[in-house]
C-alpha cells in the first residue's frame, strides 16, 4: 500500500514540476575540450556503443565552465553498477550508502554512478532524515533532482558537445549563485555535508549563496554530528585547503558549524593564530603547493593545546605537560569528531617538536632533521613565532635549514657553531644556544 501512495504522490510531483531541459549548445557554452579528460570521453562512447545514456556530469563541468582544469571526473549513466563492471574488465563496485564503479582508464580512475530516482519508502534514513542507503535507480530527469546544486546538475554529453539543465545551473552559474535543488532543510537533513558544500563552492566561485540555500543552515549544524567522521574530515580538509581557508573560517564559524566539528574557545587569539596559519596555507594553493592535513588540524588544535599546556606547568615539568595536554585536548577532539589514528600520531609530532626547536645543540639538531614531519613542524614553528612576536630569527633558521639540500644543511649547522653570534634570538629559551 506504502509503494502505490509513494508512487502516486511520485507522479503528482512530476506532473507539477514537468519542466523541459534546456539544451546548452557548443556555441553558447564553449567549453574547453581541451580540459576534458580523454579518458572520460572514451568511457562514455563505449557505454554509448553498449546501448546505454552517459554524460559527463558534476563537479567536472562546473569547473570547466569557469576555466578551472578539474581534478577529476565523474560520469553518470541509465546502465547499473553491475553493467558498468561487466563492460569495463579494470573497474570495481564501491560504496555501501550508493553504489558507483571505479574505472581504471590509462591509469586514471574514471568514477562512474548510476541515475538515481526521487525519494521513496525503499530508502533507508536515519532519525534525522539523513539517506543511510539508497540504490534504487531511476532516469536522467530524476537523477538532476536528486543533485545537491544546481550548478552541479550540468550533464555534459561528449559526443554531441552540448549541455542538458534541468535546473538553470548555467545561468546560476554565470550569474555567480549557489542554488539548492528541492527545499533547503529537507536536502540537508538527507546528506548535512551539503551544508558544508555550499560554503565551499561560494567560497571557490566567489559566489553568493541564495537566501533560501543559506537560511535554514544556522539551525541545522547540530545534524553533521551524524555524519561518519572519515567524509566529515574529508569535506573539511577540502574546504580549508581550497585557497580560500581564511573566508570559510569566518563562514563556518559565523553560522555555527565549526563549532559542531572541533573543539572551539570564542577567543581572540584562537581567531588571530588560526587566521596567520590559513592565510599563509591559501598562499601555498595559490602558487600550486600541496597542503598537509595534519599540519592543518594541529593548527586547529594548538591554541587549545597551549593554553593547557601552560596550565599544567604549574604542576609538572615542561615536556611531560605539553605531553598531557596533547592527550587531554586530542580526546576532546576525538568525542566531537574522531581523527585518524595516522592523523592524530602525526599532530603529535609537530606538537612535541616544538620546544626543541629553542634547543640549539649538534645531537638535537641530527636527530630533529630526520624526523618525518620536520618540515611541517618548522613551518609550524615559524607560524607559531610569527603570532607570539618571539623566536622569529631562530624560526627563522629553522626554516631555511628545512629547505636546503644536505650539503647546505652541513655548512649552516657548522656556521652556527662556529660563530654562535650568527644566530640572534629574541625571547629564546635560556638554553637555546647550548
Excluded at 61 to 87: G, S, Y
Excluded at 235 to 254: C, H, P, R
Amino acid at each position: 500500500m506504502s509503494s502505490i501512495i509513494t508512487k502516486f504522490f511520485n507522479k503528482i510531483y512530476n506532473f507539477c514540476n514537468n519542466k523541459k531541459e534546456k539544451i546548452i549548445y557548443s556555441k553558447n557554452h564553449k567549453i574547453n575540450i581541451s580540459l576534458i579528460s580523454k579518458n572520460a570521453i572514451k568511457i562514455c562512447k563505449k557505454l554509448r556503443d553498449c546501448g546505454y545514456e552517459a554524460y559527463i556530469v558534476g563537479g567536472a563541468i562546473r569547473d570547466i565552465l569557469v576555466n578551472i582544469k578539474p581534478k577529476d571526473f565523474d560520469i553518470a549513466t541509465n546502465a547499473t553498477p553491475d553493467e558498468v563492471k561487466c563492460i569495463f574488465r579494470k573497474s570495481r563496485i564501491i560504496g555501501k550508502r550508493f553504489k558507483i564503479v571505479h574505472v581504471i582508464m590509462n591509469q586514471e580512475l574514471v568514477e562512474v554512478s548510476t541515475f538515481r530516482t526521487l525519494p521513496s519508502s525503499k530508502q533507508i534514513l536515519d532519525k534525522f532524515g539523513r539517506i543511510i542507503r539508497d540504490n534504487n535507480f531511476g532516469s536522467q530527469k530524476e537523477d538532476a533532482e536528486r543533485r545537491d546544486f544546481t550548478i552541479n546538475a550540468l550533464y555534459y554529453d561528449p559526443i554531441k558537445e552540448d549541455i542538458i539543465d534541468f535546473h538553470n545551473g548555467f545561468k546560476d552559474l554565470k550569474n555567480k549563485n549557489i542554488v539548492i535543488i528541492g527545499d533547503a532543510e529537507k536536502r540537508y537533513r538527507e546528506d548535512p555535508i551539503r551544508m558544508l558544500r555550499a560554503f565551499r563552492f561560494a567560497s571557490k566561485l566567489n559566489a553568493k549563496i541564495s537566501d533560501n540555500t543559506l537560511k535554514p543552515i544556522r539551525n541545522l549544524g547540530f545534524l553533521l554530528k551524524n555524519i561518519p567522521c572519515s567524509r566529515l574530515l574529508d569535506e573539511i580538509i577540502k574546504i580549508f585547503s581550497s585557497g580560500q581557508a581564511v573566508k570559510n573560517l569566518d563562514f563556518l564559524i559565523n553560522f555555527g558549524l565549526y563549532q559542531q566539528i572541533f573543539l572551539y574557545v570564542d577567543k581572540k587569539n584562537y581567531k588571530e593564530f588560526l587566521n596567520i596559519v590559513l592565510s599563509y596555507t591559501d598562499k601555498r594553493v595559490l602558487i600550486g603547493k600541496s597542503i598537509n592535513p595534519s599540519f592543518l588540524l594541529a593548527s586547529i588544535l594548538w591554541p587549545l593545546v597551549y593554553d593547557l599546556w601552560q596550565i599544567i606547568q604549574k604542576k609538572e615539568k615542561y615536556i611531560p605537560a605539553l605531553v598531557i595536554a596533547t592527550k587531554q585536548i586530542l580526546e576532546k577532539q576525538n568525542k566531537k569528531m574522531n581523527l585518524q589514528q595516522k592523523f592524530c600520531s602525526e599532530i603529535r609530532e609537530i606538537f612535541f617538536m616544538q620546544p626543541r626547536f629553542e634547543k640549539i645543540n649538534k645531537k638535537n639538531i641530527s636527530k630533529m632533521i630526520k624526523q618525518n614531519k620536520f618540515r611541517a613542524a618548522c613551518n609550524f614553528f615559524l607560524l607559531q613565532s610569527i603570532f607570539m612576536k618571539k623566536n622569529l630569527q631562530l624560526a627563522n633558521w629553522w626554516m631555511l635549514l628545512a629547505n636546503s639540500n644536505e650539503l647546505e644543511k652541513e655548512k649552516m649547522i657548522q656556521e652556527i657553531f662556529n660563530n654562535k653570534n650568527l644566530l640572534i634570538t629574541n625571547n629564546c629559551h635560556k638554553n637555546a644556544l647550548s
